[in-house]
């Protein structure tokens, strides 16, 4: 069975910390993404990867930062954590862009 | 003016009904369309893509495109209260193939 894993399902964090969400997935996908997801504004990518070390920007990766060291992993990186970016986070992954498979979602809030 | 626009909802509709969710995409060289459901606390699941004009049916669902319009459709035929769910519309983004652009979805209520 397919799947993709986030580290955590729910992250409190604190205002200028660094955070790391990760991203494992066992279907050996080349493509990874990384959206948001708020209340009233659905899903907006923030980045997404297409092969180990290549990345691109997304609609909104501004804040943002991403790692992938190896296919299987993608990681996001907020440099400085603020509350504006209390949000849901979904990691997807697909191998020919017909269908994205979803983690499960971090929770993450800054306070 | 957004790149895909869905109306967010609620649509209630009765058990056995038919529901009908749209959306338009504001790209004209958008070529690959998707609906996706999300259940309230889950993640999205890919339901149906369609890449051509006219219908596209499986099982209940049928997706309707025109491109012409711009306008995209689901059609769920004989509702279930388990269909209640978010339905996202994703359209490719035709300069760069691995990215989905998402509607802000439209939450379906099915009511017994």
């Known amino acids: 069975d397919v799947k993709v894993t986030q580290s955590s399902r729910y992250l409190v964090k604190r205002t200028g910390e660094k955070v790391f969400l990760e991203c494992v997935q066992d279907?050996?996908?080349?493509?990874m993404f990384w959206y948001r997801q708020d209340p009233g504004l659905g899903l907006r990518l923030i980045y997404f990867?297409?092969?180990?070390?290549?990345?691109e920007k997304g609609d909104i990766p501004e804040g943002y930062s991403v790692s992938r060291e190896k296919k299987e992993r993608f990681s996001l990186i907020l440099e400085s954590a603020s509350t504006n970016q209390t949000s849901m986070y979904l990691c997807?992954?697909?191998?020919?862009?017909?269908?994205?498979?979803f983690g499960s979602g971090t929770q993450l809030s800054v306070l | 003016q957004k790149e895909v626009e869905q109306n967010s909802g609620p649509l209630s509709v009765p058990e056995g009904a038919i529901a009908s969710l749209n959306c338009t995409y504001s790209?004209?060289?958008?070529?690959?369309f998707f609906w996706y459901r999300q259940y309230s606390g889950k993640s999205p699941e890919l339901i149906m893509f369609?890449?051509?004009?006219g219908d596209k049916e499986d099982g209940r669902f049928t997706a309707q495109l025109n491109k012409a319009s711009q306008y995209v459709s689901l059609l769920i035929r004989d509702s279930q209260p388990s269909d209640s769910a978010t339905y996202l519309c994703?359209?490719?983004?035709?300069?760069?193939?691995?990215?989905?652009?998402f509607g802000t979805g439209t939450r379906l209520q099915v009511t017994l």
């Open positions: 997807a992954s697909t191998g020919t862009a017909e269908k994205l498979f």
């Open positions: 279907m050996d996908h080349e493509n």
């Open positions: 990867s297409y092969d180990v070390k290549m990345k």
């Open positions: 790209d004209r060289g958008s070529q690959s």
């Open positions: 369609i890449y051509s004009n």
């Open positions: 994703a359209v490719r983004n035709p300069r760069a193939a691995s990215k989905l652009t």
